[in-house]
């Protein structure tokens, strides 16, 4: 989960029909590793895949949510 403004958007975000402040927590209490994600974690994901320490990965799904998915 990275929170961006379109779940805070007053007209059509997430947050308005999931209860707000709670709705979010909610997200954030099934989240194992106890945080949101942040874009800097999704950015140092896709920096990894594009080095060359990730030359032998191929096609692979690669999971940035703090363990709320896992396969």
């Known amino acids: 989960m990275v929170r961006t403004p379109r779940w805070d958007d007053p007209e059509a975000g997430i947050l308005r029909d999931l209860d ?6 909610a997200f954030i209490d099934g989240i194992p590793l106890g945080r949101p994600q942040t874009a800097e974690d999704i950015g140092n994901a896709c920096a990894y895949l594009a080095s060359d320490l990730a030359a032998s990965i191929t096609g692979e799904a690669l999971n940035v949510s703090g363990g709320r998915q896992m396969h």
């Open 20 to 25: 707000g402040e709670k709705g979010w927590q």
